[in-house]
Nanobody, 123 residues
Framework: VQLQASGGGLVQAGGSLRLSCAAS????????MGWFRQAPGKEREFVAF????????YYADSVKGRFTIPRDNAKNTVYLQMNSLKPEDTAVYSC?????????????????WGQGTLVTVSS
């Protein structure tokens, strides 16, 4: 599966953005999907996860209550809806797919990755 992330940009603190992760080559409904981010000078970190069925969803504590991870299997796309953005959310966001097993916060457990999209939140 090939993944294409988009939707990043510059937004003021308190604003919203929706990132998209479009899949091609295989149907995204076959995969458990995750979003990760990497801020300048920091390690890549887990943001959100949704299982292939959509029944299992997990968020990092830092984004819980502000971000959601809906998926639209008909459009072969997974989203990251980001609300109440903070300057500390500034990072390159990447989507990833995991074919086997369930939830993992570890980036190394995901087999397929899209290129990142930059989100910059100004104060």
């Amino acid at each position: 599966v090939q993944l294409q992330a988009s939707g990043g940009g510059l937004v003021q603190a308190g604003g919203s953005l929706r990132l998209s992760c479009a899949a091609s080559g295989r149907t995204v409904s076959n995969y458990n999907m995750g979003w990760f981010r990497q801020a300048p000078g920091k390690e890549r970190e887990f943001v959100a996860f949704i299982s292939r069925s959509g029944s299992d969803i997990y968020y990092a504590d830092s984004v819980k209550g502000r971000f959601t991870i809906p998926r639209d299997n008909a459009k072969n796309t997974v989203y990251l809806q980001m609300n109440s953005l903070k300057p500390e959310d500034t990072a390159v966001y990447s989507c990833a797919a995991r074919l086997y097993y369930g939830f993992s916060q570890s980036a190394s457990q995901y087999e397929y990755w899209g290129q990142g999209t930059l989100v910059t939140v100004s104060s």
